[in-house]
């Protein structure tokens, strides 16, 4: 079992920057690859960013590649933001899952509880 705690959300105006933090506990979390995901009102919820569980490779949703950076280290995961827009409001999920591409192509295993991003224009 992995237990998923995140945060860092908040009120950020347009263009500013947010580090969102995830804090994982339970399994041996260097085996595990982690992601981000996020959900806005009255939207399905959708990939946002992934890592694997080395650290050595990375995927970004072309909403915000470019101006996002995923990190990890130790038994945090990180999801840096920047150039931030009212269209990047939603709450933001950590997910885990031991098969990194799965983080895109199915639904990861664990699942924190999620954290409100709002960005104002």
């Known amino acids: 079992q992995v237990q998923l705690v995140e945060s860092g959300g908040g009120l950020v105006q347009a263009g500013g920057s947010l580090t969102l933090s995830c804090a994982a506990s339970g399994r041996t979390f260097n085996n595990y690859a982690m992601g981000w995901f996020r959900q806005a009102p009255g939207k399905e919820r959708e990939f946002v960013a992934a890592?694997?569980?080395?650290?050595?490779s990375a995927k970004y949703a072309d909403s915000v590649a470019g101006r996002s950076t995923i990190s990890r280290s130790n038994a945090m995961a990180y999801l840096q933001m920047n150039s931030l827009k009212p269209e990047d409001t939603a709450v933001y999920y950590c997910?885990?899952?031991?098969?990194?591409?799965?983080?895109?192509?199915?639904?990861?295993?664990?699942w924190g509880q999620g954290t409100q991003v709002t960005v104002s224009s």
């Open positions: 890592i694997s569980s080395n650290g050595r």
């Open positions: 997910a885990s899952d031991y098969v990194y591409d799965r983080l895109w192509r199915s639904e990861p295993q664990y």
